[in-house]
């Protein structure tokens, strides 16, 4: 029955949230629908052959904005979505997901707390995210306030995550996580409770940004049921502003320490400390073919000082070659722009080409090792590898998109012990109904 209950929660809370919309004055709706595709080739160690990967994915939305007295606004914004994924490696068992990705009410407030200052609501399924982008970006159900006032802004925000289906979670922080991942007998994904708050001072000297957060990730798994639990919390410091007089140059600079306790049936609770760093430059020129040239160091502790880092959902550190953000040093660096950005023709005019070079290293080379296959135990190289992306994408119309995408890995022979380059190419399509 607890199950029944969660379901139904938040269904009901949203049911009483539009009765707001539907009693304001003044109302506006609009709808539409979308279907992406991405066609993948992949060729690794970890495959015989270069493999075939398809997926297709059909949307709906629906959005309903709404003004109130004094300047409030409310809007409500629904979407779901039937996926479809096809693998080589599994062809007898094709992904079928029907999904709502998102149910969300922001409600806005201004002058709550005097001039210049705005009281923000959300609630329902949305998008959750912090700071640095490398610990927690994910969905959820829940809730986010966030208060603006003219010298310092504040957000307090928390997820539950067991409503996600288990297909569509990327939460996998314990070896049950990733063994339920395939596990069609499981319909929701790992159960979190996630809690954030978040404190920035905008402007300061020249127009520098402080921001100072702290996440709770709390397991709602039980160890004396032969499953392993992570409880952890994450503090951490960003400093991010343009640098002056350099029109388009903006830096960000973070840190972040993580702590929390392991446990696992028989062997008792084992306490953890990580830490994660990083720095982004990222430089903006308009006016020479809407140019973008970025580079960044992310540093990932891996067992030697502290303990390997876990986020609760990490991104992706690269294309062809992926690793999981523990043990990790990742120098990345990037250039893109519009080569045809004159051009009369739309389609032309609008194709965005950048290439990018990623660095692989590890944090220590003491019994951490990257979860890749082919990796040497014996081996004592920082060095893993280096990884080569060419980019190509294009919105000739409001609804229509396309990219392809394609990289090469050229591992480390002294680290791995099958030094041929890893590839993986994606061809992506995108409509607008």
């Known amino acids: 029955m607890t199950r029944v209950r969660r379901c139904v929660f938040l269904p009901a809370a949203l049911a009483g949230m539009l009765m707001i919309v539907a009693h304001a004055p003044a109302q506006q709706l609009d709808w539409g629908g979308t279907f992406d595709s991405a066609t993948n080739l992949r060729d690794d160690p970890s495959r015989e052959d270069t493999v ?19 300047e409030r606004t409310v809007r409500f914004t629904a979407e779901g979505s039937y996926r479809l994924e096809y693998d080589e490696d599994d062809d007898d068992h094709p992904l079928h997901v029907l999904n709502p990705d998102l149910l969300r009410l922001r409600a806005s407030f201004p002058l709550v707390f005097g001039p210049g200052s705005t009281l923000d609501f959300t609630a329902g399924r949305f998008r959750f995210g912090e700071p640095t982008g490398a610990i927690w970006n994910h969905p959820g159900d829940g809730l986010s306030v966030e208060a603006r006032l003219p010298r310092v802004w504040v957000q307090v925000a928390g997820a539950y995550t067991g409503l996600l289906l288990n297909p569509v979670s990327d939460i996998r922080m314990t070896q049950t996580d990733l063994e339920e991942e395939d596990d069609t007998d499981e319909l929701f994904g790992p159960r979190r409770a996630i809690g954030r708050l978040q404190l920035q001072l905008p402007e300061l000297i020249g127009r520098q940004r402080l921001t100072g957060f702290g996440i709770v990730q709390v397991d709602l798994r039980d160890p004396d049921d032969g499953e392993e639990t ?108 519009r080569p045809f950005s004159d051009s009369a023709s739309a389609a032309a005019a609008g194709l965005q080409a950048g290439i990018t070079a990623r660095g692989y290293f590890r944090s220590t080379t003491k019994d951490v090792f990257f979860d890749a296959p082919g990796v040497d135990a014996d081996s004592d190289s920082r060095y893993a590898g280096a990884e080569g992306e060419l980019r190509l994408a294009s919105r000739p119309t409001a609804d229509l998109g396309f990219a392809f995408t394609s990289a090469v890995f050229f591992p480390n022979d002294d680290l791995f012990a099958d030094s041929d380059p890893w590839y993986r190419g994606r061809f992506e399509l995108s409509i607008g109904l």
């Open 52 to 70: 075939f990967q398809q997926s297709f994915r059909l949307g709906l939305w629906a959005e309903v904005f709404a003004e109130l007295r004094d």
């Open 230 to 337: 992570l409880d952890t919390q994450y503090v951490g410091l960003r400093l991010d502003g343009p640098v002056e007089p350099v029109r388009g140059l903006y830096y960000e600079v973070f840190g972040a320490r993580g702590f929390g306790t392991f446990n696992e049936e028989g062997n008792g609770d084992t306490s953890v400390s990580s830490g994660l760093y990083g720095a982004r430059v990222r430089y903006f020129r308009e006016r020479l073919r809407y140019s973008r040239l970025f580079a960044e160091w992310l540093h990932a502790s891996g067992g030697d000082a502290l303990d390997p880092f876990v986020a609760i959902n990490a991104p992706a550190a690269g294309f062809a070659f992926s690793p999981d953000l523990a043990n990790l040093m990742l120098a990345t660096a990037g250039y893109s722009l």
